[in-house]
């Protein structure tokens, strides 16, 4: 299985984004998917993530800087989940990573060692 992180680019402060992580190879039925970030000089934390069930979404959970801004989904189909940041600031600003386990977590797990599998990744700017 491999993860395609894409939709990074540069925005002013107040605009969006929408990443996406594109699975290919073998399918999951029952997953986590993670969104992460590294700003430079810092250690890589956790944006957001969801827990998928077959069809269903059964959890998401965000990071209290971006709760409110930032909304996880899935297009099953596509089998895609993307990441829709609203609100940008500078602060946001890092190199963002997707990452998936073959698991159910509820609520999705939030540490990296976690996530198994991971994407390469794709970078943020936000200007002021």
């Known amino acids: 299985v491999q993860l395609q992180a894409s939709g990074g680019g540069l925005v002013q402060a107040g605009g969006s984004l929408r990443l996406s992580c594109a699975t290919s190879?073998?399918?999951?039925?029952?997953?986590?998917m993670g969104w992460f970030r590294q700003a430079p000089g810092k250690e890589r934390e956790f944006v957001a993530g969801?827990?998928?069930?077959?069809?269903?979404?059964?959890?998401?959970r965000y990071a209290e800087s971006v709760k409110g801004r930032f909304t996880i989904s899935r297009d099953k189909a596509e089998n895609t989940v993307y990441l829709q940041m609203n609100s940008l600031k500078v602060e946001d600003t890092a190199v963002y990573y997707c990452?998936?386990?073959?698991?159910?977590?509820?609520?999705?797990?939030?540490?990296?060692?976690?996530?198994?599998?991971w994407g390469q990744g794709t970078l943020v700017t936000v200007s002021s």
């Open positions: 990452a998936a386990d073959e698991r159910l977590s509820l609520p999705p797990a939030r540490r990296r060692d976690e996530y198994d599998i």
């Open positions: 190879g073998r399918t999951f039925d029952d997953y986590i």
């Open positions: 969801i827990t998928l069930s077959g069809r269903s979404t059964l959890s998401t």
